[in-house]
């Protein structure tokens, strides 16, 4: 369950740090932050930076248990 709870903390978390560094013209390296247009919208985002922050929410929600 915690799972799930932890997955829009990463995206949340993924897009602020990918919007940091993307806007400022970095890739992030490992990070591998692009810019995906949707309709008419750019959006900074990075899967790499997605999963690392989703582990990292839910290993937090593990040990508040």
């Known amino acids: 369950m915690e799972f799930f ?3 829009p903390l990463g995206a949340i978390l993924t897009f602020v740090v990918a919007l940091l560094i993307g806007t400022q013209g970095s890739k992030g390296g ?3 932050i692009y810019r ?4 008419q919208y750019d959006i900074w985002w990075s899967w790499p930076l997605f999963f690392a922050a989703t582990a990292l929410a839910w290993g937090i929600m593990m040990l508040q248990r």
């Open 36 to 39: 995906a247009e949707i309709y």
């Open 30 to 32: 490992w990070l591998a």
């Open 5 to 7: 709870k932890a997955a």
